[in-house]
């Protein structure tokens, strides 16, 4: 289908096949509109070290989605997270369950988000409203007043997708964000993060599933990946180190963090700068952002895939309105706006505060303060649900409570 030509107005184009997309088309699907996914790898994820924690607040929209029930299969779930204090032992201990009458499901999801990506695949596929179109890259796009046509590169040939609607959820780099004209403003941090998988008992040292150590100079989120020993230790360096002799840097600061000096193996790890970063607006016509391709954060919080989650959730509901109910467009343009500010008023702030906790924590007292907050918090279960409900805030009310039609009782 070509430029111009008239074009379904009920169809949607996802870009990008990473968790966010393949969970945004599969929701799309699920309340009746046709979606075609394009991503740009082949079907088969990589296992680069990448995102493993699912924050609480999304397990019910996994559960209504059907795929938490496999990933909780497939995952290790927590019910705690301890704050180890490297330097005295010390050791305080967060528990989900103080949520017990606020949500169904208070625990915390560890899988690797390719796992989560294989598993929502496999459901999409079963969809016959989605058409997956994968090795297709994404090169542009141009807009009319009818829909958007998409340029891509797919088996070493160039063609055009056309649709109503196109939602970009093709990361960081996003090249539908570029092809709006929209940057990423913001802020990159001094540090590279570095995502360790590694072999080493950390439950023998006292860490829970989930832990983050604190200390000066060492600060660390450790988590269990699986139940055959395989960790995730997460640190940071400063970014002007060079790259090249990370690895051997590495193995020094294990050193010193290990009990008896151990250097355990390292099965595989990534180093990545860190950001904080949102685009001006959602929404450009008719395309639309979700997720990292519409903002960016420090990965501390466990906020990039949660805050990207609770994006899709209101875009569902505001692209079924126009699509499906034929409301008007302005319906975006909110969707837009209460996501910006869930980002820029919540998950970044809480996100860059946790990682200068974490990883700058070496200013005078700074260390002492923050033990004695965390000591404060744990000390009573009624502060750690207030603790933990800040989280909460990363989902939007719905945009509109009730169909019109629904309070006549006709649909
Ligand atoms: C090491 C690491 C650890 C992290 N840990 C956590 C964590 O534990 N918890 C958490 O909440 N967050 C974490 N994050 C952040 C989290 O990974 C991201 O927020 C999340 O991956 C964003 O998902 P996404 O689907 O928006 O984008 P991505 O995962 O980046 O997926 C984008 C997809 O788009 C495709 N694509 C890109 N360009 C094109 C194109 N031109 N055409 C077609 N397809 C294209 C890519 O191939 C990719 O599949 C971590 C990040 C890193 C780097």
């Not at 289908?1 to 699920?30: F, K, N, T, W, Y």
């Not at 999304?58 to 938490?68: F, P, S």
């Not at 994404?138 to 007043?145: F, M, N």
């Not at 998988?197 to 000066?216: K, P, T």
Request: aromatic share 6%.
């Amino acid at each position: 289908m070509c430029e111009g030509e008239r074009v379904a107005q009920d169809s949607v184009i996802v870009v990008g096949g990473g968790p966010h997309g393949l969970l945004h088309a599969l929701a799309l699907a699920r309340v009746g509109v046709d979606v075609t996914l394009l991503e740009a790898r082949p079907p088969r994820p990589t296992n680069s070290p990448r995102a493993m924690t699912f924050h609480w607040s999304i397990m019910r929209g996994l559960d209504e989605l059907g795929v938490l029930d496999e990933a909780l299969r497939r995952g290790l779930i927590h019910r705690t997270w301890s704050i180890n204090v490297l330097g005295t032992g010390e050791r305080m201990q967060i528990d989900l369950g103080v949520l017990a009458d606020d949500i169904e499901h208070p625990f915390t999801l560890h899988l690797p988000q390719d796992e989560l990506a294989d598993i929502v695949t496999t459901a999409l596929l079963a969809e016959p409203r989605v058409t997956v179109a994968w090795d297709t890259r994404v090169t542009g796009l141009r807009q009319d007043a009818d829909g958007v046509t998409v340029d891509v590169e797919a088996d070493g040939a160039v063609r055009e997708y056309r649709a109503a609607w196109v939602v970009g959820a093709d990361g960081a780099t996003s090249s539908v964000r570029r092809a709006t004209g929209l940057g990423l403003p913001g802020i990159t941090w001094p540090e590279r993060f570095v995502a360790v998988n590694v072999r080493h008992d950390f439950a023998a040292q006292g860490y829970d599933v989930s832990a983050v150590q604190l200390d000066a100079r060492d600060g660390a989120l450790v988590a269990q990946i699986d139940r055959d020993g395989l960790w995730r230790y997460t640190y940071a360096e400063n970014l002007h180190l060079p790259e090249e002799s990370l690895r051997e840097r590495m193995d020094e600061m294990f050193r010193r963090v290990l009990p008896g000096g151990e250097v355990p193996e390292v099965e595989t790890w990534a180093a990545h700068r860190m950001h904080q970063r949102v685009a001006n607006t959602f929404r450009v016509g008719r395309v639309l952002l979700l997720a990292d391709a519409a903002h960016v954060t420090a990965p501390t919080s466990g906020y990039g895939l949660a805050g990207g989650f609770f994006d899709s959730v209101t875009l569902v509901e505001a692209l079924a309105e126009v699509v499906l109910h034929g409301a008007d467009h302005e319906i975006l343009d909110r969707y837009s706006e209460v996501r910006r500010k869930v980002f820029t008023g919540l998950a970044s702030p809480v996100s860059s505060e946790s990682k200068q906790l974490l990883w700058n924590a070496d200013g005078p007292g700074r260390l002492e303060e923050e033990v004695e907050r965390f000591r404060w918090i744990t000390s009573s279960p009624d502060r750690q649900r207030q603790y933990l409900l800040v989280g909460r805030r990363l989902e939007s009310p719905p945009l509109r409570r009730r169909r019109a039609t629904s309070v006549a009782g006709s649909v």
